[in-house]
């Protein structure tokens, strides 16, 4: 597979706590590390648990990068169906009461100029399928960009449904098929990895 700068949020197996100082190092290297967020207060900020008594917080200004609106502000939906899920952030700040707020719209931005910049059609990358609709699957690439496999491209057999084939939270690796970049949409098709697939296990 070729290099992916960015994995999926939740890929990697979940690390159960950082020290301050594993913190302070990430703060100043700019690391995306990755979290599950606990709950979602009153005013739609995050709070991720850190392990070892640190608070993070991912202030609501700083969740989402990708799904806003004119203002920069996820709307409340957006902020409380990430309680329970494992999301990538950056150390924006570490307060003296060991409180470390967190930025994942930083991550959003660095993805977006990977889509802009460094992916590629034809090139294979890691997913995670987040949402599965009648008409395709949308499928998360890394970095909380997530693409749209139509129904079209996910079978070489002919389908009724995509729950034939996926289900929430399945890993997969899957090929890029379009890109436009000015919109930072991306077209995904499994149908092509598959034939991918055949092809390489054919080979004598």
């Not at 699957?137 to 749209?148: K, R, S, T």
């Not at 939270?169 to 995904?188: A, F, H, P, T, Y």
Request: net charge positive.
């Amino acid at each position: 597979m070729e290099y992916q700068k960015f994995i999926p949020e939740g890929w990697q197996e979940l690390k159960n706590s950082f020290s301050l100082e594993e913190l302070n190092i990430a703060h100043k290297s700019g690391e995306i590390i990755q979290g599950r967020v606990t709950r979602c207060d009153s005013n739609y900020n995050l709070y991720v648990n850190l392990g070892n008594n640190i608070t993070g917080i991912i202030p609501r200004d700083e969740i989402e990068e990708i799904n806003k609106d004119k203002t920069g502000i996820p709307n409340p939906s957006i902020c409380r169906n990430k309680v329970n899920k494992i999301v990538q952030f950056k150390v924006k700040d570490i307060k003296p009461n060991d409180t470390v707020i967190l930025s994942r719209k930083a991550v959003g931005k660095d993805a977006i100029n990977w889509i802009k910049s460094d992916l590629k059609e034809g090139m294979q990358v890691l997913g995670i399928v987040k949402n599965i609709r009648p008409y395709g699957a949308f499928v998360e690439i890394g970095g909380g960009i997530v693409g749209l496999v139509h129904i079209e491209d996910i079978s070489i057999a002919r389908i009724k449904t995509p729950f034939e084939r996926f289900k929430i939270g399945q890993k997969i690796k899957i090929m890029v098929k379009s890109i436009d970049r000015k919109s930072n949409r991306v077209i995904l098709s499994y149908k092509e990895m598959l034939r991918y697939m055949g092809r390489k296990h054919t080979r004598f």
